[in-house]
């Protein structure tokens, strides 16, 4: 019998609500199997912070790191100061953890109410650089609070980091049936980190011929996201860019409730972590209103990483039977209005049958 041995991080607002619902649904699918999950629960979050000072201890971070994968709901909360957490916690761990290559995937399913008018066949994956970028912390700011106050954020982009997630985002394109890559940057204005970014894809392209390189500007790819969405296969750009434009993917097919990531360490030095693309929603937090499948569909991503691809492949077949069902409900007029736990049960049940 196989351990997965899980570091769980539930967070703040409904991350404890999604990651119930995640557990569950990974819980189901190894069910009758040789693989058991052992969780281990860390206590990370507003509440921590407000009761210790605390976001992240380096004995938390060693504790972590024996784990073989991550799973975390959500980190934020208006009563901590924007940025703490999120600095102090969240990007920490990726930044701890090297979790250069931050996936992605987004994939409409039809019927399903989205704002766009003719969304037509959306299936594509974002390979969001994860380590570097405008997410360093690197910068200052001088005369604070004075009229003359001067505020930087610098862009760090290093050939060995633009390298290692170009070349992931190239193995991907080069595993899908459209084999096409689009890069996102904004090097007409932005000619240092863009052009290391443009020059570094030209030179990994020459060792995968079968890949076909598409570049876009940032601007521009904001609007093709809404005018053409079908046009992407895989995108791969730096983290801001990434960020931002994986939030505008998440809108079109269907919303942030829905929409999945994973932070991979691909060299496998350290555990990986998955969590929906959401945030903690403190607006609606305990009212089990919380869309799980986002989570859900991270877990899909965990398995696929933990080589459990079977039961990657059945979390996501029973996904794609929940989506019909909110398809046919949305056809008949019915709102969507099933509790964060319902959804999580439904799936499970899914998933036990298949
Ligand atoms: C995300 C989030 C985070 C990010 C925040 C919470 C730091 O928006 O995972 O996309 O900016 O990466
Ligand atoms: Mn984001």
């Known amino acids: 019998t196989r351990t997965i041995d899980l570091a ?11 990651v119930a619902e995640g557990l569950k649904v990974l819980e189901a699918v190894l069910e009758g199997n040789d693989v058991q999950v052992a969780t281990t629960q860390y206590d990370l979050g507003a509440a921590r912070w407000h009761r210790t000072g605390e976001t992240l201890t ?16 959500a980190v934020g909360d208006p009563s901590v100061p924007s940025g703490v957490l999120e600095r102090g916690l969240l990007l920490k761990l990726r930044f701890a953890l090297d979790h250069y290559v931050n996936l992605r995937p987004n994939k409409y399913y039809p019927g399903v109410p989205t704002p766009l008018a003719n969304p037509g066949d959306i299936d594509f994956l974002v390979v969001r650089e994860g380590t570097e970028g405008l997410y360093c912390g690197n910068g200052g700011v001088v005369r604070e609070g004075t009229p003359h106050e001067i505020a ?23 595993a899908r049936p459209r084999k096409k890559l689009t890069y996102v ?7 240092n980190a863009g052009h290391l970014w443009r020059r570094t894809v030209e030179a990994v392209s020459a060792e995968y011929p ?7 500007h940032v601007d521009a790819a904001t609007i093709f996201l809404v005018t053409d969405p079908g046009r992407f296969d895989v995108m791969v750009t730096d983290n801001l860019f990434g960020d931002i434009l ?19 360490n691909p060299d496998r030095v350290y555990p990986s972590m998955f969590e929906p693309i959401h945030g ?74 298949g």
């Open 210 to 216: 079968e890949v076909s390189v598409d570049y876009l």
């Open 280 to 353: 903690s929603a403190p607006d609606i937090a305990g009212k089990q209103l919380a869309d799980p499948i986002a989570t859900i569909a991270s877990v899909v991503l965990l398995l696929d990483h933990l080589g459990l691809g079977a039961e990657a492949r059945r979390v996501e077949a029973a996904i794609d039977q929940d989506m019909a069902a909110r398809a046919a409900a949305a056809a008949e007029g019915a709102p969507f209005a099933r509790s964060t736990g319902e959804v999580g049960d439904a799936v499970a049940a899914i998933v036990r049958q």
């Open 185 to 191: 940057h904004k090097h007409n204005v932005l000619v």
């Open 246 to 264: 994986t939030d505008e993917a998440g809108a079109i097919t269907g919303g942030v409730g829905l929409a999945a990531s994973g932070n991979i």
């Open 152 to 174: 930087t954020e610098v862009s760090v982009n290093t050939a060995y980091g633009v390298e290692r997630v170009v070349r992931y985002a190239f193995e991907k394109a080069n």
């Open 58 to 73: 380096d004995e938390d971070l060693e504790s972590i790191k024996q784990h073989e994968a991550i799973l975390l709901g």
């Open 8 to 18: 769980v991080i539930p967070g703040d607002g409904i991350g404890p609500e999604v």
